[in-house]
């Protein structure tokens, strides 16, 4: 059986980078039981030993106030790992070592890595890895994770703790005198009682006490009701002496003592500064151009813009060759198959399904190959403090920047990598509000949509009444976040208090690991629910079939056109071929049947669930001014936004029309009595809110890590869009529009 | 040597923090990133809208808001 090894560490010590140089390729991501944060584990070979090695989550601390720190608390506790490679910044060893002090106090072998030597010794900092390894009691082990410098000698030493037998010793930090003796008061008491014996060590169980940890304290009343109760009393006792005295409380003097006794260890000739008191460190001297305030903002809308121009322009090189592969293939089956239901449902459910599927990952792809050379090079955090101001006026986090850009912030991006983009979050929060909020961005779907209208009602403006859009989607979109933070996801703000991490070129396995983790993972997780929700939407667009005999009189009507022409025009477009040169009798013929097939499917939409639902519908949707078609269109929408054009043409009975070529709808939308502006305006504003596509519902239900989100953002978007759109087609009608 | 709110400093001005006035999950987060009493630091710039607040402490750079800094004293010179 192989041990296992747990690897802790603050974020940005290189705590993943020295994963990856140990694990290689041979990863496996999972999730920790119940949450959506990632478990990453990976098998390392020491000559014949063979370990375990588990990438717990970054934390600064272990208390259990965040789910990344509770998720490695537990690991530490409940599984035992035969030692915790505790991975410390060496060029910010301070505030390190706060972890290091506390994963020793759980009383668990550890072995601290030393990383990031090179970027210390750049600074002018040295360190003595033996002075500190001999004043902390664990063994210390410099490394340079990046280039994989060290990491055999780390190996070598944990496994030479893994090996010992004798649990190791508590180290003796004073709490001052107060936390002191409360201390020396409730240790004897939890080690008779033997409370919480089996995970922690007495003196750590009395720290969390006094620190009124709350899982501690109610995993200790489930124990011991008595003996919780007592220590809670001393605990107590404690807290409001220090509250009298010292105007503090002991989970604060408990952190004050923990950083001084750092600092006297550090003191203990552990660092030697090379006179580097004012010299401006390689990323200062960068932050003063990129985060300068009137440079800051432009070079970073530059930065975006290129991002975005680069995600998109590269996606969409494999996009068509997917495109056209799956069009080969539908090519393939509708030549060989006989016409039938069956036929339909691999056609139009299954290959169009998986093709919708597979169609999003080019952009998944490189969306998250740029956002993780943005992130990894320590850049985004950068995005995320100047915009933060702006952001946290609305209850968002600065960091939600990213998703609402990526969903089409700039008109035309996608909501799935953008939703999926808001796991760079690390409030819960902030980061659910921008979850629900970044589907009413313009993604690239909506905007053939967009582009319909105009062309039909504003076309002399459209430039303008494009910004007009974009800037209503932002509003919208910070204003409903504002509306979600002071109703259903209340709150107070999750402080902006994080670290700017020096830049780092990122390392091109670190970036291509995560790029692959999360497009995979999309294939995985969301592929099959899309799947099977588009082969449902199938079914509602073609059941129940057109009655025989309605069939029956279109075929009349086709056999009657074709016995009135000439039997030589009829062979000219039998079979049909493309590009064929036609007499003036041929194409009118071929017009008039194209006409009849048109109808049919008209008729045949309008007898299907789908159609009926829109026809039902039509009661209450004449108040924003959207007849029955508009209504298929808009059901037909809720599989993929890009289906409303194609669906609309379908109800105008033109056929299913090309999103790209859409000139013939917009004509006939622009003739039809039934629209006018203010018509298909209250759908621009309709479509920008309501339901996200299927495949971004089944993304956020995802990341929120509950369906009730899922059907959350189906409803509240839909009425929320149906309201905005009631209130701009009577509001307009009244002011004469 | 006179006692301000963290919020009041000028850009790269140096102070030593004396006391961290905020409690809760919000007193937490201070703490753990290391601003506790006796950190000397320094104010490496702030966000073009002045805010949020830039500090290099300890060897690295630290950022939190300005109603955040409000709850730390800082002993500064002049």
Sequence with gaps: ?737 | MQRISMRYMKDHQSGRITAVRARGELGRRIREMGLVPGTAFSVKGRAPLKDPVALRIMGFTLTLRNNEADHIEVAVEG
Excluded at chain 1, 66 to 94: C, G, H, M, N, Y
Excluded at chain 1, 424 to 433: V, Y
Excluded at chain 1, 506 to 511: A, E, H, S, W
Aim: aromatic share 8%; net charge positive; proline share 5%.
């Design chain 1, 1 to 737: 059986m192989s041990q296992t090894i747990a690897l802790a560490g603050n974020p940005n010590s290189g705590k993943t980078t020295l994963f990856n140089a140990l694990t290689g390729a041979r990863q496996h991501v999972g999730n920790y039981p119940g949450v959506t944060v990632e478990k990453k584990s990976g098998r390392y070979k020491l000559s014949d030993q063979q370990f375990q090695l588990v990438d717990l989550p970054g934390t600064y601390s272990m208390t259990a106030y965040s789910l990344e720190e509770v998720i490695a608390r537990d690991f530490i506790a409940t599984e035992k790992p035969a030692v915790v490679i505790d991975i410390v910044d060496a060029a910010s060893l301070e505030r390190n070592l706060y972890l290091s002090l506390q994963i020793i106090e759980m009383g668990v072998p550890v072995c601290i890595a030393l990383n990031m030597m090179d970027v210390a010794k750049t600074r002018g900092v040295r360190i003595d890895a033996d002075r500190l390894s001999e004043l902390l009691g664990v063994p210390v082990v410099p490394t340079v994770a990046r280039s994989g410098k060290g990491k055999k000698e780390l190996m070598k030493a944990a496994a030479r703790v893994a090996g010992k037998t004798s649990p190791p010793a508590a180290p003796d930090i004073s709490y001052g005198a107060d936390i002191d003796q409360a201390l020396s008061e409730m240790e004897p008491l939890i080690d008779a009682g033997g409370l919480l014996a089996a995970y922690y060590p007495a003196r750590w169980v009395a720290l969390k006490y006094l620190e009124a940890d709350k899982q501690i304290v109610s995993a200790g009343d489930a124990a011991n009701r008595q003996l919780s109760a007592r220590l809670q009393h001393i605990a107590g006792r404690v807290e409001k002496h220090l509250n009298h005295t010292l105007d503090t409380y002991p989970e604060a003097l408990i952190a004050d003592q923990r950083f001084g006794y750092i600092k006297g260890i550090i003191r203990q000739g552990v660092i030697h500064l090379d006179n580097t008191e004012n010299r401006l460190f390689l990323s200062d001297k960068i932050d003063r151009v990129l985060i300068n305030r009137m440079a800051g903002p432009l070079i970073m809308a530059g930065v975006l813009l290129l991002l975005y121009h680069f995600t998109f322009a590269l996606s969409e090189i494999p996009l068509i060759w997917l495109e056209n592969g799956f069009s080969a293939l539908r090519g393939l089956v509708d030549a060989h198959m006989a016409e039938g239901l069956f036929k339909s449902l691999l056609i139009s459910g299954v290959i169009d399904g998986v093709g919708g599927v597979v169609g999003f990952m080019p952009i998944i792809m490189f969306m998250f190959l740029g956002i993780t050379i943005l992130e990894d090079s320590g850049y985004l955090v950068r995005v995320a403090f100047m915009l933060d101001r702006v952001f946290q006026w609305f209850g968002l986090h600065g960091s939600s920047v990213m998703p609402f850009i990526v969903s089409g912030g700039i008109a035309g991006g996608c909501a799935v990598p953008g939703v999926m983009a808001t796991r760079t979050l690390k409030s819960p929060k902030e980061r659910l509000a921008t979850l629900l909020t970044v589907p009413f961005m313009n993604c690239g779907a909506k905007l053939p949509v967009f582009a319909l209208l105009i062309a039909a009602f504003f076309a002399y403006n459209k430039a303008w009444m494009m910004f007009v859009i974009t800037l209503i989607s932002w509003g919208g979109a910070l204003l409903i976040a504002k509306l979600l933070r002071i109703t259903i996801i209340r709150g107070a703000p999750t402080p902006f208090i994080m670290e700017l991490p020096p830049y780092r070129m990122p390392t091109l396995r670190g970036v291509l690991i995560h790029t692959w983790e999360r497009s995979w993972q999309y294939l995985r997780k969301a592929g099959t629910i899309i799947l099977a929700i588009s082969i449902l939407l199938w079914a509602m667009m073609t059941f129940p079939h057109l009655p025989a005999d309605t069939v029956r009189g279109f075929e009349t009507t086709r056999q009657q056109i074709v016995a009135e022409a000439a039997p030589a025009v009829v062979r000219e477009i039998t079979p049909p071929r493309a590009g064929q040169e036609l007499s003036a009798a041929a194409s009118r013929l071929k017009t008039r049947l194209a006409a009849i097939n048109a109808e049919k499917a008209q008729a045949a939409l309008k007898h299907s669930i789908a159609g009926r639902i829109g026809v039902s519908l039509e009661n209450i949707s004449h108040l924003a001014g959207f007849d029955w078609r508009t209504n298929i269109a808009l059901v037909g929408g809720f599989a993929a936004k890009e289906v409303i054009v194609s669906t609309l043409g379908t109800a105008y009975s033109m056929g299913a029309v090309e999103a790209q070529q859409s000139a013939g709808l917009s004509r006939q939308l622009a003739d039809s009595p039934s629209w006018r502006p203010l018509t298909a305006f209250s759908l621009i504003i309709f479509v920008m809110f309501y339901s996200p596509c299927f495949v971004s519902v089944v993304c956020i239900a995802r990341e929120a890590g509950s369906w009730k989100w899922g059907a959350f953002t189906m409803v509240f978007n839909t009425v929320l869009a149906f309201i905005l759109a009631v209130a701009v087609y009577q509001g307009g009608r009244l002011l004469g529009f």
